[in-house]
């Protein structure tokens, strides 16, 4: 894992081409979408550099990359381009075989991806509300959907557990901070718990207080992407 | 394709199994989300059935099916449930590998669904923009960010062209009313009109007068979703 950590900006000097029989992730270190596909690539033992990208002050190489501008993206040493978080995690689990993430039946694969597809639409909450209540806004409505969308993960769960379907590991990025949300979803909760123990989350989490520290420079509007670097 | 076009709302019978040897799809006669998943059925020659749900006043029965409420969802004799647009298409293209319309390659794959997720994220401006001209609010910045996200479509277009990748038909669907802003998009347009000759395209689309006629209704609050049965 070859890694230049401090994020690029605006200005600065586009990275060469991918080494070969290496495959390379743009990436913001405390983006969940990301993580996902990070957790992707250690998981499966891939040889990956990361490359960071400054998300406020774009340089335009990348945009040229990815005209969509986000993270995260991955790019191949033939200069292939692939973004869009599931996205990205479906081409490494086709292209890596070892150690397949997603079951090969189609409706288990399925229910997989409906799944991650429920979570990502509760990230935005967790950027939302903390900003809304930074404005003095009332976030009660925003609170009440967010408990509402956790309830319906937790049935979700439940089913899937029940068909003894594996829960895809990419869903974990994005869940770790939220634990201390889940007191009214046991089967959440527990899966949370599970997924802590995984050695490659363990390898690729931060702290909750660097999560928080970085946090909060984001609410500040002027997010230290290089928290803690 | 045995098909129950009038709408089922709150208070409706929940239909029975679906028949051996049928998919059954829920759908919206003028969603585009929905029409992508019957254009994968109908391109496919898979045998199915579609019962269309009231999207204002929602069965019991298939808020069950689906918590989100959503169309489409599939349904398998068996039970089985899956919804979320792209996840459906996929899903029938790797059930069903007569006439394959996802690429084998991973890389020509993500391509296509990348250009997919590009499309979804036009689509919610054909809604907004008008709801919001009726409120008689100013939809020149609306606008403006709908004629970029063309602008970005055309130029992957364009790059899908030169590598020879066919277009996944499933984008067709919610291409077929926008004919009319493509001036500014070339590559774009020339596809939308390539489409439009396509038969399984022929025959799900409502005429422009149909969809207009369908949308007066949607902005007046009272959508008919049996317009013209």
């Not at 890596?96 to 509760?122: G, I, N, R, T």
């Not at 903390?130 to 967010?146: I, Q, R, Y």
């Not at 003894?164 to 974990?172: A, F, K, N, R």
């Not at 690729?204 to 670097?229: E, I, Q, R, V, W």
Request: glycine content about 4%; overall charge positive; proline content about 7%.
């Amino acid at each position: 894992n070859m890694s230049a950590e401090k994020c690029l900006a605006k200005g600065s000097a586009a990275p060469g081409p991918v080494p070969e029989d290496y495959i390379r992730v743009y990436s913001m270190r405390f983006c969940p979408f990301a993580q996902r596909t990070r957790l992707v690539l250690k998981t499966k033992g891939i040889k990956y550099e990361t490359i960071n990208v400054h998300l406020k002050e774009k340089p335009d190489w990348y945009l040229k990359k990815n005209p969509l501008g986000l993270v995260p993206t991955l790019e191949t040493p033939a200069g292939e381009v692939i973004y869009e978080s599931p996205i990205t995690c479906e081409y490494l689990d086709e292209v890596y075989p070892e150690k397949k993430l997603l079951p090969s039946s189609p409706f288990a694969k399925a229910q997989q991806k409906m799944m991650l597809e429920h979570f990502s639409k509760v990230i935005p909450y967790f950027y939302k509300i903390p900003m809304d209540k930074k404005k003095g806004e009332d976030v009660s409505g925003l609170e009440a959907e967010l408990k509402e969308k956790f309830a319906k993960l937790n049935e979700l769960l439940k089913l899937l557990q029940k068909l003894s379907v594996q829960i895809y590991l990419y869903l974990t990025g994005s869940t770790l901070c939220l634990i201390r949300f889940l007191d009214g979803t046991p089967e959440l909760k527990k899966w949370t718990e599970l997924m802590l123990q995984d050695s490659a989350v363990k390898a690729l989490m931060f702290s909750p207080d660097a999560h928080k520290a970085f946090f909060k420079t984001f609410l500040d509007g002027n997010p230290d992407f290089d928290y803690g670097l």
